[in-house]
Antibody
Framework: EVQVVESGGGLEQPGGSLRLSCAAS????????MNWVRQAPGKGLEWVAY????????KHADSVKGRFTISRDNAKNSLYLQMNSLRAEDTAVYYC??????????????????WGKGTTVTVSS | QSVLTQPPSVSGAPGQRVTISCTGN?????????VHWYQQLPGTPPKLLIY???NRPSGVPDRISGSKSGTSASLAISGLRAEDEADYYC???????????FGGGTKLTVL
């Protein structure tokens, strides 16, 4: 079964750090670009970060730029999100999502087709 | 304030048809970037519903469809069922932000 499983969430104080992990199974993570997406309690989805297969393209949302870092270890079939200088507004469920690229009639579509169940990060003193 | 604008809520009776709009601008939908739709049932992760404006992944029934024109897109669900009650999100890419962007989400209530 194709799936991703997030881990590493928990309760952390403002200013602290956490490292989230995403383990892939049923597919080779190294063959896919990946995203982190988060959802604050009772709120909508917010894209957090993107990394391409070879790490040649890495993007972070402005809200986390300079504090969070996405990375990957293809040999371990794993994706990571290093979260530093945590703030209360970072409290959310963090999802790992696979980026699928599909060609349909000479058009290339990039979308998220496999999502994990998420890991909860709570930032509070 | 989300980059893509969706109505907060829509509703319909069983068997009816509802549409959910998604409005962007010249940096995202209007620039030709595609829209994708996700369904999120209560307490579960998002699930891909439509990719590339109007393509259904295997397993998604044909009573669900998508369209895009200019800076707007829409998701249509016909033959409403109780199990369609969920939150729906549109998603695209924004070139000026250099970011993947989501709509604020629309809560569909089946009356």
């Amino acid at each position: 079964e194709v799936q991703v499983v997030e881990s590493g969430g928990g309760l952390e104080q403002p200013g602290g750090s956490l490292r989230l992990s995403c383990a892939a199974s049923g597919f080779t993570l190294g063959s896919y670009s990946m995203n982190w997406v988060r959802q604050a309690p009772g709120k909508g989805l917010e894209w957090v970060a993107y990394i391409s297969t070879s790490r040649s393209t890495i993007k972070h949302a402005d809200s986390v730029k300079g504090r969070f870092t996405i990375s990957r270890d293809n040999a371990k079939n794993s994706l990571y999100l290093q979260m530093n200088s945590l703030r209360a507004e970072d409290t959310a469920v963090y999802y790992c999502a696979r980026v699928m690229v599909r060609a349909v009639n000479n058009n290339y579509y990039y979308y998220m087709d496999v999502w994990g169940k998420g890991t909860t990060v709570t930032v509070s003193s | 304030q989300s980059v893509l604008t969706q109505p907060p809520s829509v509703s319909g009776a069983p068997g009816q048809r509802v549409t959910i709009s998604c409005t962007g601008n010249s940096s995202n939908l209007g620039a030709g970037y595609d829209v994708h739709w996700y369904q999120q049932l209560p307490g579960t992760p998002p699930k891909l519903l439509i990719y590339g404006n109007n393509n259904r992944p295997s397993g998604v029934p044909d009573r669900i469809s998508g369209s895009k024109s200019g800076t707007s897109a829409s998701l249509a669900i016909s033959g409403l069922r109780a199990e369609d009650e969920a939150d729906y999100y549109c998603q695209s890419y924004d070139s000026s932000l250099s970011a993947w962007v989501f709509g604020g989400g629309t809560k569909l209530t089946v009356l």
